[in-house]
């Protein structure tokens, strides 16, 4: 019953900004680690950025600084503002998350269906 649904992406220009949010429904009884990985074309996918649920954060060398993952977890949400955008940013993004559900009541790993983010010119 616990799903994890992007949106928010889209085309943008070099340097704009985009700030695709991720949402968790179902029933859930807590949210732990939230994550956003990236899939480029003809590439493995990788790690963006992670958030703890004590809110510590962490990024890949290739976003640091220009990426900012947050979460409200009065809406079982999480974010990602991407600004400075480059064309090698261009990827499907996926949303992750180790959450546990109400029922049943063991903590799982569960992942998006993606959003795509183009940066082109």
């Known amino acids: 019953q616990v799903q994890l649904v992007e949106s928010g992406g889209g085309l943008v220009q070099p340097g704009g900004s985009l700030r695709p949010s991720c949402a968790a429904s179902?029933?859930?009884?807590?949210?732990?680690?939230m994550r956003w990985y990236r899939q480029a074309p003809g590439k493995q996918r990788e790690q963006g950025a992670t958030?703890?649920?004590?809110?510590?954060?962490d990024y890949t060398d290739s976003v640091q600084g220009r990426f900012t993952i947050s979460r409200d977890d009065t809406k079982n949400t999480v974010y990602l503002q991407m600004n400075s955008l480059k064309p090698e940013d261009t990827a499907i993004y996926y949303c992750?998350?180790?959450?546990?559900?109400?029922?049943?009541?063991?903590?799982?790993?569960?992942w998006g269906q993606g959003t795509q983010v183009t940066v082109s010119s």
């Open positions: 992750n998350a180790d959450l546990q559900p109400v029922w049943p009541s063991n903590s799982a790993n569960y």
């Open positions: 179902g029933t859930i009884f807590m949210i732990y680690t």
């Open positions: 958030i703890t649920r004590s809110g510590s954060t």
